[in-house]
């Protein structure tokens, strides 16, 4: 089995590419829930939803967000009746985010995903990293906002000091599924709001330390793939490069993939990490998601 740890963006592209290439059913994915929340009265699990639909075949490649082809007449009609939602939603994406919610009156959230992961007709694992309810603050120079109003409402201008998330459990067999995995993948997903929680889980890292794992800088130059990766990076304490995600991975990482544009930084991130690839990395289309997934997959 291989295990990858996603986000929402980055990695589902990755995670194209890996499937074409990998036995659908051998492949395990753990995903971040910091961002998880109610929005318009339904369960919102951004990340979650986005690897189902990538795993489905049926995700939204403009915004990797939603479901492809979806229609917004309940958005739409909630905007015209003076009710506007923080996140826009399809109206397919809100049946299941309804699914998703209605459910969870029932069980617990591995429990959902997994479901919901059966109704779509998938046959890889998805992991919620935990069970209980993650939160995420951004602390700006004028207090402390939620992720989304950062993300969403701010569109991500405010200043940021500081990255906080509270503490949760990991879901039931989430380290141990990491412990059978043949080859740990960290995917190309911010390090400071995707991966990191998942990394600060009780038992992730020691996990990490006694397996093989592959990471992708999500860092090409000083810009991050997408999102505000940079200033995460920075409020934290770490340079905005494939060195300063090398530093942050460093006590578990076993192969470390670069891009081109930061070959010169090869040799310093040597000195972190024991295996440094240079190749392309960002991925454009189906032909550059498979060729990073062989490099990843290359011994």
Do not use: C
């Amino acid at each position: 089995m291989i295990t990858v740890l996603s986000g929402g963006t980055g990695t589902p592209k990755l995670i194209q590419g890996i499937k074409k290439i990998v036995d659908p059913e051998k492949l395990n994915v753990v995903v971040n829930t910091v961002e998880n929340d109610y929005f318009s009265g339904v369960y919102v699990a951004p990340d979650i939803d986005t690897v189902l639909y990538t795993l489905a075949d049926i995700i939204n490649e403009d915004t990797w967000y939603g479901i492809k082809g979806d229609t917004f007449i309940t958005h739409d009609k909630l905007n015209e009746l003076g009710s506007p939602e923080i996140l826009k939603i399809g109206d397919k994406d809100r049946a299941f985010k309804i699914q998703k919610t209605n459910l969870m009156k029932k069980y617990d959230f591995s429990k959902v995903v997994d479901i919901q992961r059966g109704k779509l007709g998938i046959v890889s694992r998805v992991m919620p990293m935990s069970n209980q309810q993650s939160q995420i603050k951004i602390i700006t120079h004028s207090g402390e906002i939620s992720f989304h109003q950062f993300l969403i409402q701010e569109q991500g201008k405010s200043p940021v000091k500081n990255v906080v998330y509270n503490q949760v459990d990991p879901a039931p067999g989430l380290v141990e599924s990491i412990e059978n995995s043949e080859m740990v993948i960290i995917g190309p997903s911010n390090p400071v709001t995707s991966i990191g929680p998942i990394i600060s889980i009780k038992g992730v890292k020691k996990a990490l330390k006694n397996n093989y794992v592959v990471g992708v800088s999500p860092i090409i130059g000083n810009n991050p793939v997408s999102g505000p990766a940079a200033k995460f990076m920075e409020a934290i304490g770490y340079e905005v490069s494939a060195w300063g995600v090398a530093t942050l991975y460093s006590d578990f990482l076993d192969k470390f993939i670069i891009d081109e544009q930061d070959a010169s930084l090869k040799t310093k991130i040597e000195k972190l990490i024991k295996e440094v690839i240079i190749t392309k990395t960002k991925m454009r289309n189906m032909g550059d998601k498979i060729m990073l997934a062989k490099v990843i997959l290359s011994e």
